[in-house]
């Protein structure tokens, strides 16, 4: 069974500063890689597909990479709205998908 | 816009089942599939399932397998998802998402359903 593994799982960042937060697979899933931002109390949010497609109206300040196993979600400049929690998802075995364990961005 | 609305909190007690629904709207439902994911309290999300708003073909995790259906009603733009023989480790909030072009990227999901199971 595939593993996605993130890191750190929590991330303390002040305001302004960039944010780079990684997810690694247990085996390679190629660019077939999502993230997620979950605020307390919503469903999670779409933020990047294909490992480095921003999702629609989502904020220049997000960026994705990597592919195989390695991949990197940064973002530049922290936003208040920003902190959250971010979890990693591969969809290489669709239907099938398996999420990582999410690093909680958290205000320094 | 592209929404997805789930029916409400549920309260069930061990051993009984649980239908949580989702209606979609703003846009043409037999094109995209439903996944269904859970979370349960502090833990990251677990995929349960697919359907093909289309064919109703649908593929189960095999954690749930055999005590899971999820079905769509093209009629009423409405996926359902039905959870049989509950125990205390499936309370949970439940989301249904839309599976973009069936790939496995959920560009749109519910606002959740929380189901808890407790005697």
């Known amino acids: 069974e595939m593993v996605m593994t993130q890191s750190p799982v929590t991330l303390s960042v002040s305001p302004g500063e960039r944010a780079t937060l990684s997810c690694r697979a247990s085996?390679?899933?190629?660019?077939?890689l999502a993230w997620y931002q979950q605020k307390p109390g919503q469903a999670p949010r779409l933020l990047i597909h294909?490992?480095?497609t921003r999702a629609n109206g989502v904020p220049a300040r997000f960026s994705g990479s990597g592919s195989g196993t390695e991949f990197t979600l940064t973002i530049s400049s922290l936003q208040s709205e920003d902190f959250a929690v971010y979890y990693c998802?591969?969809?290489?075995?669709?239907?099938?998908?398996?999420f990582g364990g999410g690093t909680k961005v958290e205000i320094k | 816009q592209v929404q997805l609305v789930q029916s409400g909190a549920e309260m069930k007690k061990p051993g009984a089942s649980v239908k949580v629904s989702c209606k979609a709207s703003?846009?043409?439902?037999?094109?995209?599939?439903i996944a269904w994911v859970r979370q349960a309290p502090g833990q990251g999300p677990e995929w349960m399932g697919w359907?093909?708003?289309?064919?109703?073909?649908?593929s189960y995790a095999q954690k749930i397998q055999g005590r899971v259906t999820m079905t769509t009603d093209t009629s009423t733009n409405t996926a359902y998802l039905e959870l049989r023989s509950l125990r205390s480790d499936d309370t949970a909030v439940y989301y249904c998402?839309?599976?973009?072009?069936?790939?496995?990227?959920?560009?749109?999901w519910g606002q959740g359903t929380l189901v808890t199971v407790s005697s």
């Open positions: 998402a839309r599976d973009l072009y069936d790939t496995g990227i959920l560009d749109t």
């Open positions: 703003g846009y043409i439902f037999v094109t995209y599939g």
């Open positions: 359907i093909s708003s289309h064919t109703h073909n649908t």
């Open positions: 085996e390679s899933v190629n660019t077939n």
């Open positions: 294909s490992a480095s």
């Open positions: 998802q591969h969809y290489k075995n669709w239907p099938a998908l398996s």
